[in-house]
Every structure is written in C-alpha cells, then in structure tokens.
C-alpha cells in the first residue's frame, strides 16, 4: 500500500527512528517498552530533553507535553533535581535500610495529602492500586470494586477489568469482583452500589486516558456526593466491637435511606452486614441540612424508640445493648413525642413559602370566614394524613411526582384565581 503524503514526510524527518524500531521490534512487545509509546508507522526515539523541550535522534525538537507521563512536572533535567540527585547519588546507591529522608519525605506526602494518616512507598502505581484495592475490601470486608471502562489504573488482573485492549488471560472469577461502569452516568453508579457489596470505586479523575477521553465536568462532585452517604454511621470510642449492636436496626426514612444507601445500617438478618457501634452513634445528616429526618430504633426486645434528626440535633446516642436492661431503660414508646412533631408541623407550614403561598390562594377564593375555616382545616388535615401515611410506611409515594403534583397544584389554584377575577 502506498504511503501517503503524511506518512512519507514521517519517514523523511525520522530515519533513525524507524531504523531504531526495527532492532526494537526483536526485543520488545509491539516494539515498545510502554503502551503509551505504541504509535504508528513507529515511534520516536528521544535522546534528551531541557525543560519543556526535548529532542530525539534525528534532532527534531518537540514541546514536551507528556511530561514523563505526568511525573516531570517541573520539566526535564531541572538543575534543583539533577544537583539533589547527584549528591545524593555520592552517599550511596541503594542502602537496604531505613533513613531519616524517607520520613521526611512521608511528612511532605502528608502536608500535601492532609487526610493521609499513613505512608506507603511502593515501586509502581500497579503496587500501589493493588494494596489500595486490598485494604478498602480487608477494611469493610465487601468485595466488589467499581471503575471505570477504559480508565488505567496499573497492570494488574483487576485494575484491567473494563478495558478495550489487554483482557486476555485475566481469570473470570477476577472480573466477577469487578464492576465496570460508563463514566458520567450517577444512576448507574447508585444501582451497582444498592445491589452489590462495593467496597470502592477508583477512577482516573480526569478522564480515561489522562484525559485525553475527558469526564463531565459534574461527574465528579456527584460522584463524591453519592459516596459521603456509604458510611453515614460511624462508630465512635475505643470500646467498639463487631457484634456490640447484634439485634438493632434502625429504619429511616425513604429519602434518607436513598442517600445513605446501603450504610451498614440494618442488622445482618436482612442480608446486611451488623451495625457497628459502641456506646453511641453518630449520625451525620448533612445533605439538605434544612431538611427533617425521621429514625426509628428497634430494640432486640421489641421495643421501638423514634427521633427526629435536624441540622441542631443530628446526633442519636443510643443506649449500649452490651449492659442488661440498659437498652429498655434508654427507649421511648413510638408517638412519646407528639409535641415535636406539632410544632415541626407548625414551623414546616409557616417557614415554606411555597405553602403560604398556596394558602394565601385559597384563602383568596374563601368568600367566608366559614368557607375560610373549611379550607385551611381541610389542607391541614389532608397535609398531616399524607406526612403520617408516609412516615408509618403504608404510603411509598415516589418524590419526583410529588414535587410535579404540588408545583401542578399551585398552578392550578392560580388559574382559578385569575378565572375567578
């Protein structure tokens, strides 16, 4: 096949490349040492490079945009780096033991890392994405691990589960531990974690390819908020243990439950691993802050204890099941707080501006203080039925239509009004 225009000016400008790519086809796979080397009709062989510059063989010059594949973020052949490395070089070249360096290096690590409370070095990302994946599935004891297709997380069997290339010879049974998803799409990262027992996702943040297939913008942030909602209970002491709570389980409401997902918060006998807790836990409510959530606690005895749990006050403590007695002694009969709920009523109605305005409509069509009565009894009566039909779990009503339903009824009662006038 005749070479085009292009591809005959490539030869032109790289003889020794192409010559150099030959000898390197007898040694190496595809001829190169790195799949990011991979080019075609071949690749090009450097010598050197200054900064943002580098040359190969024949001596054509080239911006440096790989950058060492994103490790030379200070360019090539920095002087600082060339002169500590030397001097360092003087001192010996591989020790075999611990040095002062290495902890001052993992000092940095964290500096920069403030959330790293430890350090591990390792040879290789593949090392180190394998230990990551291990201690997320050691610490949980889930086994299912969520990526990304095409994203490059190392060599490993399970980092190259979803890829387009390379899938040969990785065992089924790997590729079962791993869920691979496209990037950009939240519902589908929800519906693998209600349904399986993930115990991490790994993603290359800026898109596939070091971003050379770019994310939505989005995703991420969704993605870290979907996440915060995993461990939404946490265990809080030195005296937790894995069977302390054996027999709780605590339901919350739907919507809450959507956002805290499987959260380790009902007992094993609904196929969910036991709540962890030692003599309280803590409950971080801090989606929709201005929200009100409603808990309810089973005890192993039968007895039921509610709560609600606001921005003020989003933290239950429970009483410890690991004392006799204790736990009966801490609960409270379901309805014991009748009076929280009222005034929660009043404030919900008279801090909603969306329902004084549909008050205020239907009070305008109200032609006396009879009719008046009549219709704000009727929508105060119809509002707590609706809240008390879905809070006892006989109603499931889905929040998208609802929220259609209520803006349809607003407009509704404006219509009228204005049909009225």
Known sequence: MALTAIEDRYYE?????????????????????????????????????????????????????????????????????????????????????????????????????????????????????????????????????????????????????????????????????????????????????EANDVAAIIIESPGAHMGGTPIRPDFLPLLQH???????????????????????????????????????????????????????LEILLDVAPSHVHFARLSLPSGKVTERLLTEANPIWELPDVAQPGAAEAGAEAVGSSVSSYVLLGVGHILTGWDHLAFVLALLILAGSLGEMARVVTGFTIAHSVTLALAVMGFVHPQAAAVEALIGFSVALVAAENAWAL
């Open 13 to 193: 400008l790289h003889p020794k490349s192409a010559e150099l790519y030959e000898r390197a086809k007898l040694n190496f796979p595809k001829g190169v040492t790195h799949e990011a080397r991979n080019m075609t009709p071949f690749p090009v062989h450097m010598t050197h490079g200054l900064a943002s510059r580098k040359w190969d063989v024949d001596g054509n010059e080239y911006v440096e945009y790989n950058t060492g594949h994103g490790s030379m973020i200070l360019g090539q052949a920095n002087p600082v780096i060339v002169k500590a490395v030397q001097d360092r070089m003087a001192l010996g070249t591989h020790l075999s033991a611990s040095s002062d360096l290495e902890i001052r290096w993992a000092d940095l690590v964290k500096q920069l890392i403030p959330c790293a409370e430890k350090v591990r070095f390792t040879s290789s990302g593949t090392e180190a994405v394998m230990m990551a994946m291990r201690m997320a599935r050691a610490y949980n004891g889930r086994s299912k691990i969520i990526k990304f297709f095409d994203h490059f997380h190392g060599w490993s069997d399970y980092a190259n589960a979803g890829n387009l290339t390379g899938m040969d010879g990785i065992p089924g049974e790997v590729l079962d531990t791993m869920i691979s998803l496209q990037p950009g799409n939240i519902g589908a990262v929800e519906a693998a974690i």
């Open 226 to 280: 979907t996440l915060r909602y995993l461990t939404r209970f946490s265990c809080i002491g030195s005296e937790c243990e894995d069977d302390c709570c054996h027999g709780w389980r605590v339901d919350i409401d739907e919507a809450t439950y959507k956002k805290v997902k499987a959260a380790m918060l009902l007992s094993s006998d609904e196929a969910r691993r036991p709540l962890k807790a030692g003599r309280c």
